[in-house]
């Protein structure tokens, strides 16, 4: 086992009463407090988050638009969970956030719409480090519309995205950069910023798949200046609702498929059918969860970047921790960046094999000791393509959230000490 029995970092930072707010983090199972280490794949949420469901479905069941209390109410909820969001991602304006189903619906919406906008012969990058969601609906819309697909490669040997082959991929019929925040499969987080100026350079519109990452740090849509930006609530602590960031003249311009009386102007404009008000009044709960993590400050958005700050830290603690005991497992190979000095470049979320054992088989028998990891692709299929690892059964997936301790990370690495034995 690796030298130290703290249960947490010297971060200021501390899970553990944290983990008290988390039922999930409490209940037992075969015995046992089970180890979550599933956090790319959905987070466990904190008990407001359940109260505020339970509260939404109380009261909030009316639907918008009604001239009584209940339906008001309902109003009040898509009101103060578009701040929310807006606070979390920092938009200029609430009815710069768009609500759906999950990132993925979202994305096949919003592509279509601005693939009305492409020609024939015009083209489009995506990268290989991205889930199937930031580029599926891509390949589908150039498909339809003739356009070409360029590809943006990352290193093998490290996983960085390769952002020096930008340029040449760029040209003044460039039309849209799908581009991600952090790759769910080996926490890669690269430079989105100046993957942005480059793209905006060309003319061409930056789509941003912030679901990884925003659990991960403090997500700041001005300060990538992208002109898109998904993500998903229940990575980070909250129920099965997506959440879509849009430039506002973008959002009004561009044309949605909607039905005819539904609002014109955005947000609105944007949301198909209702709402899952519900949902709606969990997300703002989650998000106060987070923004309460970074104490007094004198806005939620101020206290967001503080606790996200906060919990990026800790979690690069984690991710040091993990990575120094790892190196002593026998037959143990991490993707990604291993490097303990360029930890901010990566999240707390580790693709790995054991030799000898499918990634299958290593997740099975963690399993069974009730340490959750996943294995396989995770839908990132470029990146086990690119890796050559798709039809091998991909890898397994190791992922840190800010409630997870050094104290699971040593039980895990005795697991695999064992099964690497
Ligand atoms: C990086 C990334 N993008 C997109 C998705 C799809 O998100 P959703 O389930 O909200 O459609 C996921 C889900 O795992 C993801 O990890």
């Given at each position: 086992m690796y030298n130290s029995v703290m249960n947490t970092s010297t971060s200021p930072f501390n899970p553990i009463p944290l983990r008290a707010q988390f039922p999930a983090l409490q209940t037992m199972t075969n015995g046992r407090t089970p180890i979550y280490f599933d956090g790319p794949g959905g987070t466990q949420v904190p008990q407001r988050v359940i109260q505020a469901m339970t509260h939404g479905l109380t009261h909030n069941m009316s639907n918008v638009g009604g001239p009584f209390a209940a339906s008001h109410r309902a109003n009040d909820t898509v009101t103060a969970a578009r701040q929310a969001a807006a606070d979390l991602l920092n938009a200029r304006r609430p009815d710069e956030i768009v609500f759906g189903q999950n990132m993925t619906s979202l994305t096949f919406s919003v592509s279509r719409a601005i693939a009305r906008t492409w020609q024939e012969g015009d083209n489009i990058i995506l990268t290989r480090l991205d889930h199937d969601a930031n580029i599926s609906p891509w390949l589908l819309a150039a498909a339809d519309k003739g356009v070409t697909v360029r590809w943006l490669d990352f290193d093998p040997t490290d996983c960085t995205l390769r952002l020096d082959a930008l340029p040449a991929l760029?040209?003044?019929?460039?039309r849209l950069l799908a581009i991600t925040h952090?790759?769910?499969?080996?926490?890669t987080i690269p430079n989105v910023a100046r993957a942005a100026q480059m793209a905006h350079a060309a003319g061409a519109l930056v789509y941003v798949d912030a679901v990884h990452y925003t659990p991960h740090g403090p997500v700041d849509v001005q300060a990538l200046d992208c002109d898109f930006l998904v993500c998903s609530s229940y990575k980070y602590f909250g129920p099965h609702t997506g959440v879509l960031y849009g430039k506002y003249d973008l959002l009004d311009d561009l044309i949605a498929y909607k039905v005819r009386p539904a609002p014109s102007k955005p947000a609105g404009k944007w949301e198909t059918g209702t709402q899952s008000f519900e949902s709606l009044t969990a997300v703002t709960a989650a998000i106060n969860y987070l923004a309460d993590i970074g104490g007094d400050q004198p806005t939620r958005r101020a206290q967001l970047v503080q606790a996200m700050t906060l919990t990026s830290q800790y979690e690069m603690g984690l991710s040091d921790y993990f990575l120094r005991g790892a190196t002593a497992v026998p037959g143990l190979h991490i993707y990604g960046i291993t490097d303990l000095e360029r930890l901010?470049?990566?999240?707390p979320t580790f693709a790995v094999s054991l030799d000898g054992y499918t990634p299958a088989e290593v997740a099975a028998k963690l399993g069974e000791q009730d340490i959750y990891v996943w294995h396989g692709h995770y839908y990132a299929i470029a990146v086990m393509e690119r890796l050559g690892l798709l039809d091998k059964g991909g890898l397994v997936r190791i992922g840190f959230a800010h409630y997870n301790t050094r104290d699971e990370i040593d039980q895990l690495l005795a697991a695999l000490q064992e099964m690497a034995a």
């Open positions: 760029l040209d003044s019929r460039t952090a790759s769910n499969a080996v926490g901010d470049e990566r999240t």
